[in-house]
């Protein structure tokens, strides 16, 4: 059973944007932090970015912050990665994944449900 569904990836040019969606169809998606992995390949899964269940606290790694901004719907049972000023190293897949509860860490194993992947690629 499918439970995070992202979609939203593809192929755009260095200083272009994407937006990432990925749709929930848990019950419990209101009270759960929900946050953003990347994982390129041959490396560990690192953390993009997360935001708490009411949406009103979001952390972001070093690396995007600033260009990327996360953002969810708790009605449509959504969260979005908006991605600005893309660069050729943002090119991985990304995760979608979804907290055991309602705050928010870095740490991969804070996160209990994971989508199956959307490919990023950004040319130079």
């Known amino acids: 059973q499918v439970m995070l569904v992202e979609s939203g990836g593809g192929l755009v040019q260095a200083g272009g944007s994407l937006r990432l969606s990925c749709t929930a169809s848990?019950?419990?998606?209101?009270?759960?932090?929900m946050g953003w992995f990347r994982q390129p390949p041959g490396k560990e899964r690192e953390f993009v970015a997360a935001l708490n269940w009411s949406g009103d606290t979001t952390v972001y790694s070093d690396s995007v912050k600033g260009r990327f901004t996360i953002s969810r719907d708790n009605a449509q049972k959504t969260v979005y990665l908006h991605m600005n000023s893309l660069k050729p190293e943002d090119t991985t897949v990304y995760y979608c994944?979804?907290?055991?509860?309602?705050?928010?860490?870095?740490?991969?194993?804070?996160?209990?449900?994971w989508g199956q992947g959307t490919q990023v690629t950004v040319s130079s």
């Open positions: 848990i019950r419990t998606f209101r009270t759960r932090c």
């Open positions: 994944a979804a907290a055991a509860g309602p705050y928010c860490d870095r740490a991969p194993s804070t996160y209990d449900l």
